[in-house]
């Protein structure tokens, strides 16, 4: 099976815009999360999507949304994009519902805000 | 915010030698993870104990989980070079009941194997 892909890899922006950045669960995985890396606050929970549906967010501005389409890909976008918005987003595909089982990641994408 | 910390932050032995990487949380837990990460890549998973388990094994990898002192702790016995790399401990809340994926995450340990 393919892991989990996350695209693009790599982006740089400048403060104001906004940015789309896109993931690909594990074949048959149904639930997607997203989470921030950041050096001063490591690693945080965006939000959790399972069957097109936002189960759980974290505390994040509402400058960051998400979405999750039928196949169970996964977007998340981030508005006026600010200097601290800086990190690496990771996502991560479940296998099964419920709580706390393994989590495969994929390689992450690395924003930068100019 | 981070539930959890881990000790120490940064850790260099030799080829050969065991590490040991300790991680504290705050809450009731359901179960408890440890990933691993290169160098800003993406996170595997390497273990996970559930609440009502104390230690578990997997090859080179031994964890403890008290739950009473809300700490777990990681041995890699036998270390090698390549497990150079960060590693953390995440926490799924007991309160997360119906939720399937919110992990809270340590600070995360960055082990140095030297050969």
């Known amino acids: 099976k393919a892991g989990v892909t996350q695209t693009p890899r790599y982006l740089i922006k400048t403060r104001g815009q906004q940015v789309t950045l896109s993931c690909s669960p594990i074949?048959?995985?149904?639930?997607v999360s997203w989470y921030q890396q950041t050096p001063g606050q490591g690693l945080q929970f965006l939000f959790e999507?399972?069957?097109?549906?936002?189960?759980n967010k974290g505390n994040f501005p509402g400058r960051f949304s998400g979405r999750q389409f039928s196949n169970s890909r996964s977007e998340m976008n981030v508005s006026t994009l600010e200097l601290g918005d800086s990190a690496l987003y990771l996502c991560?595909?479940?296998?099964?519902?419920?709580?706390?089982?393994?989590?495969?990641f994929g390689p992450g994408t690395r924003l930068t805000v100019l | 915010s981070q539930q959890g910390e881990e000790d120490p932050q940064a850790l260099s032995i030799q080829e050969g030698e065991n590490a040991t990487m300790n991680c504290s949380y705050k809450?009731?837990?359901?179960?408890l993870q440890w990933y691993r990460q290169n160098s800003g890549r993406g996170l595997v998973h390497l273990i996970l104990?559930?609440?009502?388990?104390r230690e578990k094994h997997s090859g080179r990898l031994r964890v403890t989980l008290d739950t009473s002192k809300k700490s777990s702790s990681l041995l890699i016995t036998a270390s090698r070079a390549a497990d150079t790399a960060s590693y953390f401990c995440?926490?799924?809340?007991?309160?997360?009941?119906?939720?399937?994926?919110?992990?809270?995450f340590g600070t995360g340990t960055r082990l140095q194997v030297t050969l």
């Open positions: 074949s048959g995985h149904r639930s």
């Open positions: 809450t009731s837990i359901n179960n």
């Open positions: 991560a595909s479940v296998p099964l519902a419920g709580v706390g089982n393994e989590q495969f």
């Open positions: 999507y399972f069957s097109e549906t936002q189960r």
């Open positions: 104990i559930r609440s009502n388990e």
């Open positions: 995440a926490t799924a809340s007991a309160l997360n009941t119906g939720t399937a994926s919110k992990l809270t």
